[in-house]
């Protein structure tokens, strides 16, 4: 038997397929175009669809007893009665949503938001930009018959039940996380009909088998179960086995996200009111999110426009010890702990010597300091792992994470295999079919200790680098006042 799991991605999706003993044994991936235009962030989500049944047709067979199906969270699909696509899908680092997220701060109050949804009023989530399409394209509104994330957006594709897996509801900006239910009150005020929203279920969820018609198209069996995963952080946590208190995740995707795990929803307002965020963990437990919108987008955009050269290949360039350069790696806005839609990056002490290779190593370096930055921050609040687990796309860099091992000055293990999210979503897939009962536990890889030399070089920097934010972001208010 097989076990797939579908990971949705900001910008391609991924199907891996593993066997009984919790072995990757097939994967197929598709990218998929995100537009950033016009100060416009969207995504096309038949785009998406299409791409989702390409890599499902890529693996078919009639051995694939069930498929989980993650996805990245904020960014929804509304459907009109005929379930197609009302216009295009906002990204979460799309600017609109301001005004309707300060309305309902205002109404309900920012502190109770917190407390009830796990994260402090904020544009980024869906439903201020949810409230944005009702207000300023009415008419379009007026046809949205489902609004869905990509998750469940996927899951209603497959198999026409629309259910969303409780992590992924909690970055709705109305969802009781602790009740386990949509916040009725929030959506009220909101003026959105709770009855449009996919109805939230425990991570994990059967949704029902495949459509016999998609099952026929793309060569499935027709007895495919479906599944309710979980959000992408959530599923890297649970393939990389971090569950307890001691270790966090470094999940670099497009974004970089770095989950702590908590007993409990925290109850300290200061913490929400610095971007971070609570979300329901498969263990009863939560997960506390520090985000940096730089991550693999930071690299992929020198990549594509500056370099063209493969990651590998730019990696064996870099020059020994610290680049010298401080970046701000602020390309799409700030997320924890300013949460600064509007901050924009910059490049410090760079000459003529400098190389293309120096750039690079010091954009790695950039969101290392981010990392740290989020690191420090969460100590006031008693948040300290003593190790980071990475994953994603940025943990097959060795230089990458020995820089956040140098950076951090803390132990950065790397998991062998590179699909640890498709495993932790498979694993929620084979535990419906009654697999997987001992859990599906990560390899090591190679685990990178912090150089001391590098490490005190690099504190040094990072008293300059806590003083950038707040220097640029008054020169950039100066430029807009001229």
Not at 100 to 120: D, I, K, Q
Not at 138 to 156: A, G, S, T, W
Not at 439 to 455: L, Q
Request: with cysteine.
């Amino acid at each position: 038997m097989r076990i797939g799991g579908l990971d949705i991605g900001t910008s391609g999706c991924k199907v891996v397929l593993f066997d009984e003993t919790g072995t990757a044994v097939q994967s197929a991936y598709r990218e998929y175009d995100v537009n950033r235009k016009n100060g416009l962030h969207e995504i096309d989500a038949e785009a998406v669809w299409e791409a989702v049944k390409t890599v499902l047709k890529e693996t078919a067979c009639e051995e694939i007893g069930a498929i989980a199906v993650t996805s990245f969270g904020e960014t929804f699909v509304m459907l009109d009665e005929n379930d197609r696509p009302v216009g295009p899908s906002m990204l979460y680092t799309d600017p609109r949503g301001e005004a309707e997220c300060a309305f309902l701060t205002e109404r309900l109050g920012a502190e109770s938001m917190a407390y009830r949804t796990g994260t402090n009023p904020h544009q980024m989530y869906s439903l201020p930009k949810i409230m944005w399409i009702k207000q300023n394209l009415p008419q379009e509104f007026c046809r949205v018959k489902r609004i869905l994330l990509m998750q469940d957006f996927v899951v209603y594709k497959l198999c026409g039940a629309a259910q969303i897996d409780y992590s992924l509801a909690s970055r709705t900006l109305c969802f009781d996380i602790e009740k386990k239910c949509w916040d009725k009150d929030i959506l009220n005020c909101a003026g959105v009909d709770a009855r449009l929203l996919s109805t939230p279920v425990p991570s994990g969820t059967a949704a029902g088998t495949v459509q016999a018609e998609l099952a026929e198209e793309l060569g499935l069996s027709k007895k495919l179960c479906i599944v309710t995963g979980c959000h992408d952080q959530i599923a890297a946590m649970t393939g990389a086995a971090v569950f307890e208190e001691e270790a966090a995740m470094d999940g670099t995707g497009t974004v970089e996200c770095v989950p702590v795990v908590m007993d409990a929803v925290p109850k300290n307002y200061e913490l929400y009111q610095l971007g971070y965020a609570a979300a329901p963990h498969i263990n009863g437990k939560f997960a506390c999110y520090a985000l940096s919108y730089a991550g693999g987008a930071t690299l992929k955009w020198f990549r594509d426009n500056f370099s063209q050269m493969p990651y590998d290949e730019m990696d064996k360039q870099v020059p020994a010890g610290p680049s010298g350069l401080l970046i701000l790696p602020h390309f799409a806005g700030a997320a924890t702990p300013y949460m600064d839609i509007n901050a924009k990056a910059a490049v410090i002490g760079l000459t003529f010597e400098h190389t293309k290779f120096d750039f690079y190593k010091a954009l790695m370096e950039g969101t290392a300091f981010e990392i740290l930055l989020n690191l420090e921050t969460l100590k006031r609040f008693a948040i300290a792992p003593k190790e980071l687990v990475a994953t994603g796309g940025g943990a097959r860099s060795d230089v990458w994470l020995q820089i956040k091992a140098d950076i951090l000055g803390l132990p950065v293990t790397a998991l062998q295999g590179e699909e640890i999210g498709a495993a932790g979503t498979a694993y929620l897939a084979g535990k419906t079919l009654g697999l997987f009962s001992g859990g599906m536990a990560p390899v090591k890889r190679k685990t990178f200790y912090p150089n001391a030399e590098n490490h005190a070089q690099y504190l040094k920097q990072f008293e300059t680098y806590c003083k950038l934010y707040s220097s640029i972001k008054n020169l950039n208010e100066r430029g807009q006042e001229t």
